[in-house]
Each structure stands twice: as C-alpha cells, then as structure tokens.
C-alpha cells in the first residue's frame, strides 16, 4: 500500500453499550487484537517525528506505514493501551489538551457522554519515558477554525510552551480540536512552529497533503479486525476541505 495510514483513537477500554459517539471509543479486547494484528502483517509502526520525515521525503516510506495516535490525553491510555503498545514494541502519539493536564474531559458531557480523567504532568512523563511521543491538542479543546487571531495564536502557542515545560523538550506536533481547521489555522500553526497537523480527514497520508493538514482514519468501537484490516489497507478519498497553504501547491481533491 502506498502512504501512511495515520490511526486515530480516543478511549480505550472496557466499553459496554455505547450508542452514540462510538469513534470516541475502542474496546479494549478489540485494542488488543489490532495491535496484534498489526505485528502479524509486519506493519512498520512509525513516530510522528518519522511521518513527517517520510511525508518530506527525507527518507523512504516504509512497508505497510501506519502510525498510531491518541486523542486527548485520557488516564485510560496509560491503563489499557500502553501495555499493548509495549507489548509489540509499537510507539505511539498522544495529543494533550494543556490547558487540562489532570482535569476531565468537560467537553464530553455536552454530547450526553460521561467526562473522563486525563493524565496528569507526572502521568505524561512516565509515558514519555517509556518512549511515547506527545503532541499538542491546543490548549482548552474548543474547534480553532473561526477564532480570533489572537486566540487561536494564544491556543497553539501556549499549549507548545505548556507541555514543552512540562516534558523539557520540543513538542513539534499538533491535532486539530474536532478536526476543526482552515487556511487561517493552518498559517498559524505554521507560525507556532508546528511540524505536521492532524484532521479528521479519512485518507492515507502522502506527500500531496500539506504536512499541517495530514488525515487519518479514526478506529470506531464497531470496528471488527475486518473493519480494521480495510481502514488499514484501503486508501479512502479524503472528505471535507483539504486544506493547503498557499505557495505548496495545489490541495488534493476532494470529491
């Protein structure tokens, strides 16, 4: 298969009955077989740090490239996912909302979800130890496109600063809050320093995407290991704005 498939998860763990929402939620016995099923195809299981690199062809993309990230930051992640990452050998990158290191997810609630802890500073650091990546998910999980400008500066830039503190080292990748982004979010995040940008967009990564509006395939709880094995392996054309800065080209399409 040609690109990267960038994986999106949420939660992961022991989820019964959920009705609504459902890609924010991955059952853990499921998790579990996707990883394996990850490492039986042999897929290479890559950094942020090495999409980026591949996507700028500083070096080549692997066989069978997935990466695997991690919205929001939640405790769970180090509960449940962690120990199946580790035991593949699989890295990963979570996204952190630095304005709510060791809060709740308080943006749950409003769609009739239960809020969820997420990881504290020396939760993020044992994580990072144990050589998962963290990224930047702004800093109080609200949609960045239509912000002011000073805002949604405020929003990437701080969130950098915060976490870059916290960890003691560069933070270089952030995800969009509700996949929510622009021109204008994308042109800031640029400015902030960013190297890539995840969208909810569902397609494989390739060169043709601008590095800060990169997409990905969100794994969903009704996902089987057939569901995953064709999100993994199929290309998907990207729906939504595809979204470029200017003086890269032109985007790819979107139907």
Excluded at 5 to 14: A, E, F, K, P, R
Excluded at 74 to 94: D, I
Excluded at 122 to 133: F, H, K, P, T
Aim: hydrophobic letters at 45%; one cysteine or more; charged letters at 20%.
């Amino acid at each position: 298969m040609n690109g990267i498939s960038i994986l999106m998860y949420h939660q992961v763990g022991d989820f019964q009955r959920v009705k609504t929402h459902r890609a924010v939620y991955c059952h853990q016995r499921r998790f579990a077989a996707q990883m394996a099923l990850l490492k039986r195809l042999g897929c290479s299981v890559l950094t942020m740090d090495e999409v980026q690199a591949c996507l700028a062809g500083e070096r080549a993309v692997p066989p069978r490239a997935v990466a695997i990230t991690f919205d929001d930051g939640y405790e769970n992640f180090y509960e449940v996912a962690l120990p199946q990452l580790q035991r593949h050998g699989f890295p990963a990158t979570v996204y952190v909302v630095a304005g709510l290191v060791g809060g709740c997810a308080d943006w749950l609630p409003a769609d009739g979800l239960p809020a969820a802890p997420l990881m504290g500073a020396e939760r993020l650091r044992e994580v990072r130890r144990a050589g998962i990546q963290i990224g930047s998910h702004a800093m109080s999980h609200v949609p960045l496109a239509g912000l002011a400008a000073g805002a949604l500066a405020a929003e990437l830039a701080d969130s950098r600063r915060v976490l870059e503190d916290l960890l003691g080292e560069p933070i270089r990748h952030l995800c969009y809050p509700y996949g929510s982004h622009n021109l204008a979010v994308v042109e800031a995040t640029a400015a902030a320093g960013y190297a890539t940008g995840v969208t909810c967009q569902r397609a494989r990564a390739t060169a043709t995407f601008d590095p800060l509006a990169l997409p990905r395939k969100a794994i969903s709880l009704g996902d089987d290991l057939l569901g995953f094995l064709w999100k993994v392996q199929f290309k998907h054309r990207p729906k939504g704005v595809a979204v470029r800065r200017r003086g890269l080209g032109a985007a790819p399409t979107t139907p």
